[in-house]
């Protein structure tokens, strides 16, 4: 089934066979593509797309000498598969398995290390001037997707890529179905004819004599983006230096074969407008992209998932809530920066679009749009995952939080997130946060405290941050009612018991009360849910210093700078001398690999909290 595809360990492999050949090669990379994510789970819509692509670019391009750079990372599975890495989708995103995105220690194919998006052009063009001062007449080539293209990032890159003589290749890979009737004959042909040596070298040399009769060249340059601009929406990318080629065909081999085989020839930058259907290959990712997108493991006979679970996700809780909050709320407007599904969107923006902004991958004008919104009398809501927020610090700092605006954030994916790796982990947001004025910081414990917690940020005056888990949280009953809660208090949920040796006090940030009750009731400690990271309780902090013998912190974050550092901050300004121990994430990125077996190698399980205790009271001792 799949006899071609089995003789490919390497692009050297790849680049032996013939062109008719290349189309067979395409189907069973396909096959292979929805059997093996299927058993595994992981992007999959992305990565169908571009199976044409990623054959002619390591048919044509000599890689790894001439880098790839692709955006985001995920759509690289055809790539993984063809550069050696096929047997080891089998292990995709499990622990000790390949990675979900591109990374430099795991293939010298993988040029750069992605997983945020609208990066690929400016590495691309790094590595493109780091070749020109070698003297190496090596090739660059940044893969970008129109969904990536929407950051500032993208055209801070091809800004700068304008003012600069070196061999780029920008692919611009457009998955938008509205401008497929722009694909056909006509633009593959002249794609060909643009990316040819012949009119390459009238337009230098054209350039060249039209240079010392400014007027003429002026006319001239504007009568060849007339001519252009007719045919294709090139002028933008022409204005930054480009010289644009396209929209043709991604799944047309032959004319990517030749567009990309003569793109090679040129000097300069180059642009290459390809236009590709997400999906492509499985009626059901076809029919739903988005759905297909990011998928947990399913069958490849009809697409439908094998996941059983029927638990309420915080994301949901969020949505429910948006929802709710907006009925009672006219001044209430939401904002994703691309992530509708993912944040749990979808239902408020059908309900209310007039009061839905997605900003496209565009996190800092998310947030500073948010900020001009709020000056001007609207409340409203930033839905973003906490990887993408560290995208937009400065504007949270200083439109935002200076000005001391009416801005909640719901900070989605808090902590590790399991088979997405570090690039999309949480880790860093309450340390990245606390430091902040003008800021209160909440971390639920279940789904209706995270309910009660996004109430009381949005009636707060001022900015506010809920920072919630990916998944579903202990399956708590959910009030419907939109109740607040006393800003900076936390509770005592369970109390150590008079005849306890050594009391402990364990103070439970966010998702980590679950674990902290069951070492408590091993170790016969209090266990405090704090709730609040900013402000915190120090009546509570004080009456539990005052009672118990060793103080024990526990938060899914970075110990460094998070909420554990709080505490220890606050009992320093209080005098409070007593033992304590910090439990957090360590000082390390930690690998894609199963969320609660993640969490025991960094001793966040009810047994590693146990022995740290423990530890910690006989190091006393």
């Not at 599975?77 to 430099?104: C, D, Q, V, W």
């Not at 691309?124 to 950051?151: F, H, N, P």
């Not at 050594?502 to 209090?526: H, N, Q």
């Not at 902090?541 to 220890?568: F, R």
Request: charged share 20%; aromatic share 6%; hydrophobic share 45%.
């Amino acid at each position: 089934m799949f006899n071609l595809l089995d003789s490919i360990q390497s692009p050297v492999d790849l680049r032996k066979l013939n062109r008719d050949e290349l189309a067979v090669l395409a189907s069973q990379l396909r096959t292979f593509l929805i059997e093996s994510v299927a058993k595994t789970g992981g992007h999959l819509a992305s990565n169908l797309g571009v199976v044409e692509l990623t054959i002619a670019l390591h048919y044509v391009f000599n890689t790894p000498d001439d880098r790839l750079v692709w955006d985001v990372g995920h759509q690289t599975y055809p790539h993984k598969i063809l550069t050696g890495r096929r047997e080891a989708m089998a292990n995709l995103r499990k622990p000790s398995g390949i990675a979900g995105f591109p990374r430099r220690c795991e293939s010298p194919f993988d040029t750069f290390g992605t997983g945020h998006s609208s990066t690929s052009i400016s590495a691309a063009l790094g590595m493109a001037i780091a070749a020109k001062q070698a003297g190496l007449e090596r090739r660059s080539v940044a893969i970008i997707g129109d969904g990536a293209m929407t950051a500032g990032m993208a055209f801070e890159a091809l800004n700068n890529a304008g003012d600069m003589d070196a061999n780029l290749l920008v692919i611009l890979n457009d998955n938008d179905m509205s401008i497929s009737n722009n694909v056909g004959a006509l633009n593959n042909y002249l794609a060909r004819l643009l990316s040819g040596r012949f009119y390459d070298t009238v337009r230098r040399s054209g350039k060249k004599v039209l240079g010392v009769m400014p007027n003429v060249k002026e006319f001239a340059k504007r009568a060849e983006e007339h001519a252009k601009g007719m045919v294709t929406p090139g002028t933008l990318f022409e204005e930054f230096g480009f010289n644009y080629i396209g929209p043709i065909d991604g799944h047309d081999l032959p004319v990517l074969l030749d567009t990309l085989a003569n793109i090679r020839e040129l000097k300069g930058m180059q642009f290459l407008h390809i236009v590709t259907q997400k999906g492509k290959g499985f009626e059901p990712a076809e029919v739903d992209p988005n759905k297909y997108h990011g998928v947990s493991k399913f069958d490849p006979c009809n697409g439908v998932s094998k996941s059983t679970s029927q638990a309420k996700t915080y994301t949901q809780v969020f949505g429910d809530w948006l929802v709710d909050m907006a009925d009672a709320d006219s001044q209430l407007v939401a904002i994703t920066p691309a992530m509708c599904d993912g944040s749990g969107l979808n239902t408020f923006a059908k309900k209310y679009p007039k009061r839905y902004f997605d900003v496209g991958i565009a996190e800092q004008h998310a947030l500073t749009f948010a900020a001009g919104l709020a000056c001007d009398g609207l409340k409203p809501v930033v839905a973003i995952y906490s990887t993408f927020l560290q995208r937009a610090y400065d504007q949270l700092i200083h439109d935002i939080a200076i000005q001391n605006l009416n801005v909640l954030f719901a900070i989605d994916r808090a902590g590790l997130v399991g088979a997405d790796g570090p690039t999309h982990a949480g880790t860093f947001d309450l340390s990245f946060l606390r430091c902040i004025p003008n800021i209160i910081i909440m971390a639920p414990s279940n789904e209706n405290e995270c309910r009660q917690m996004l109430t009381t940020g949005y009636q707060y005056n001022g900015v506010a941050a809920v920072r919630y888990p990916r998944g579903s949280g202990p399956n708590m009953p959910i009030d419907a009612t939109l109740r607040t809660l006393p800003i900076g208090k936390g509770e005592i949920v369970c109390q150590s018991s008079i005849q306890a040796d050594k009391k402990v006090a364990i103070l439970s940030f966010g998702s980590m009360l679950g674990v902290s009750l069951k070492a408590a009731e091993a170790l016969d400690a209090t266990v405090a849910n704090m709730r609040f990271v900013k402000p915190l309780d120090n009546v509570l902090i004080q009456q539990l210093a005052n009672s118990h013998d060793l103080i024990v912190t526990i938060e899914e974050n970075a110990l460094m700078g998070g909420a554990g550092a709080a505490v220890l901050e606050a009992m320093q300004a209080l005098n409070l001398t007593n033992p304590t121990l910090c439990l957090g994430l360590p000082d390390v990125f930690i690998e894609h690999g199963v969320h609660d077996a993640m969490l025991a190698e960094c001793g966040l399980d009810t047994a590693g909290i146990i022995n740290a205790i423990q530890l910690k009271l006989n190091i006393k001792n």
